[in-house]
């Protein structure tokens, strides 16, 4: 085994450059998938070379966002495009910051709401229907890819994930993670299993859990139309034991953890999945980075109204952080999803206060 260590700021991948900024343009759509009765709401964006500023607005939410362009038209060149899943709780917009970064970078990307697990639409029974999320996926992505414009705007060889908690599951579900359902309801039973089925946005989870009907509920979502997957501070690790439940992962995968994450700790999930995918890249964010600083940065207001979500310790900088990943999930889709470029070396990166540390093994 032969290990590389480099020390530096911020260290990209040798073969990555960075494009040029396309204008973001975005539009909301809707499908209905009424075999689930279930309602699709999806955020798109997209490059534009639109620049009237007429149509450029800041989101209605309380978010620190660069503006888009609502309803621009579409640049007439084919991208590739990323799916992303929001967190337990949380609505289509919680990656924006993402979503923007990659489109500047000539990325199409999709975002919808998981039905029953918004912030604004809350049903208990849906926080623990796993399955549920990674069939959304699948279902948005059959229909965006048959309806135009977008359809013909789109490199169909080239579609990437990125799931943020549950979505972080939801990604690797979709990857060909296989969940153990009974192995999930007996945890939820320990106290670690109370720790993290007790969740800020419904309390505690578990008699819902121990309702989940393990027998009716399908092994695998593995799609294969998604070439490369990644997770952000992935949740559920307690229903995963052994590599068994990994075997069909094939397609690369970043996994990229918090280490002071006290929603879904970090040693039973992202380091317990990169423990079990063998070939998976992962990612430490050390220091008191917590859960919630995947999400988009809020404005003071929403700071001071929701601090759970939004008021990181003193010591981080939400927008930093952001900076730092956006430039590893864009470095990583370029290295795995473009067919002229070299492959990633997979590694283990770790950030410290004063240095980044690579260890390619």
Known sequence: MIFKILFTSIVLSPFYTFGQDYNVGEQTIIYTDSLRNRMIKTEIWYPTNETDSTFERKTD??????????????????????????????????????????????????????????????????FVRYWERPMDISFLLTHFLNDKPFSQ????????????????????????????????????????????????????????????????????FKDNRIKAFVALAPALGLGFDNMGQTKYLTAPILIIGAENNRIAPIKSN?????KLIPHSLFIKLEGKIGHYVFINEGDESLKKEARTYYKDDKAINRKTIHRNVEKEIITFFQNTMNKYAYRITYKTISYTKKRRIICYI
């Open 270 to 274: 992202a380091e317990n999945y990169n």
């Open 61 to 126: 939410l309380p978010f620190v966002l660069s503006p888009t362009i609502r309803n621009a038209k579409i640049t007439n060149q084919v991208f590739p495009l990323v799916v992303l899943s929001h967190g337990t709780g949380g609505n289509r917009f919680g990656l924006a910051w993402l979503a923007i970064a990659l489109v500047k970078q000539g990325y199409i990307v999709i975002s919808p709401d998981h039905w029953g697990n918004t912030f604004d639409n809350k049903i208990p029974e849906y």
């Open 153 to 220: 705007q789109i490199d169909t060889s080239r579609i990437g994930m990125v799931g943020f908690s549950f979505g972080g599951y939801t990604s690797l579900a979709l990857a060909g993670a296989d969940l153990n359902c009974d192995l999930l309801k007996t945890i939820s039973k320990t106290e670690q299993g109370k720790k993290e089925f007790s969740i800020p946005e419904l309390g505690d989870l578990r008699k819902l859990v121990d309702k989940i009907p393990c027998e009716n509920i399908h092994n695998t």
